[in-house]
């Protein structure tokens, strides 16, 4: 077996096929591929090469895109896990990569190419899926404001608060400037604070977060924002609450549809494999071979 395949010059085969599909999965399977011994699995993985070939031929590659490999990431919905933004986005993305598939396939609608319509035929686009989860999340994977209305209350809360924080440093800073070893204001603690140098420490009112390596700073949140900061921290823990229940949501409805989901990868592995080998053999302007019963070569 080994000898048969360094005669044929398998594995050189197999990576220059991987190259021409489009999916990291697809090329994994090619470079995975082994023998088979069966005329019968043969004759069939021909006559779809055939078709896939003939469709190359006629219409191009056919485009795959925005397609991801959910099986990870719907094993973790099924366990009632929390997918991130990124997970969801990429479930909802492939509604958009089927409905490219379809376009593509409506070429061909109702033609004599069985095997190739039916992989086509099989897909669902779950638009409301899709739908439902870019209501929410952005292509940069962000949670817009509108996914819920609780959401946008709390972030415009929040904003309105720093604002407030920002004009009272803001004051601080112009009225103590010689208090100060800097005017820019940071972040200690997730709190807003000042630097102040470290002689008016327990004169310039407030609490101390941090220190300098030096300890010529200290920086403090001064008593005028004390309040306001907590109010934010109070606000934040809100967001992250509102976050995880819009998320855990998402997460839910994705498990629901995890059987279709994963079916349509399947069937979509099927078409990239399929055209793979239909775009390897229009580049080599190939025929598929003929199978014979018999030892002879046609």
């Known amino acids: 077996m080994l000898e048969t395949q360094a005669v044929l010059e398998l594995q050189k085969v197999k990576e220059t096929l991987a190259e021409h599909a489009l999916l990291d ?38 485009p795959i895109s925005y397609i991801h490999d959910l ?10 896990s929390l997918l991130s933004c990124e997970d ?18 409506h ?24 739908k ?30 720093d604002q407030e924080i920002h004009k009272i440093l803001d004051r601080i800073v112009r009225q103590k400037s010689s208090y100060l070893s800097d005017t820019i204001v940071t972040l200690r603690n997730d709190r807003l604070v000042v630097p102040v140098k470290a002689n008016y420490k327990y004169s310039f009112g407030g609490i101390i977060h941090d220190e300098s390596a030096s300890q010529q700073t200290v920086y403090i949140e001064p008593e005028a924002t004390i309040l ?17 229940r819009i998320l855990r949501e998402l997460s839910k409805a994705v498990s629901l549809e995890g059987e279709t989901l994963l079916n349509n990868q399947i069937l979509i592995e099927e078409i990239d494999f399929l055209f793979a080998k239909g775009s390897y053999g229009r580049a080599l302007v190939a ?12």
Do not use: W
């Open 88 to 105: 969801l986005y990429r479930v909802a993305s492939q509604a958009t990569g089927i409905e490219q598939l379809k376009a593509f396939a």
């Open 25 to 62: 999965f697809t090329k994994k399977r090619i470079l995975d591929l082994t023998y088979s011994h069966d005329y019968y699995q043969i004759e069939e993985e021909l006559a779809k090469t055939n078709e896939a070939l003939t469709l190359c031929n006629a219409y191009g590659r056919c």
């Open 132 to 161: 439902k989860i870019e209501k929410c999340i952005s292509p940069n994977f962000d949670l817009y404001d509108k996914a819920s209305a609780k959401l946008a209350k709390i972030r415009q809360e929040l904003r309105d608060k």
């Open 107 to 130: 070429n061909f609608t109702g033609q004599a190419f069985p095997h190739c319509l039916y992989y086509f035929d099989g897909l669902l686009a779950l638009k409301a899926l899709q």
């Open 287 to 298: 025929s598929v071979a003929k199978l014979s019963k018999e030892q002879v070569i046609l």
């Open 71 to 80: 099986r990870v990431i719907v094993a973790r919905a099924s366990k009632a």
């Open 228 to 244: 306001l900061n907590a109010q934010m921290a109070s606000l934040r823990l809100q967001e992250v609450q509102e976050i995880e």
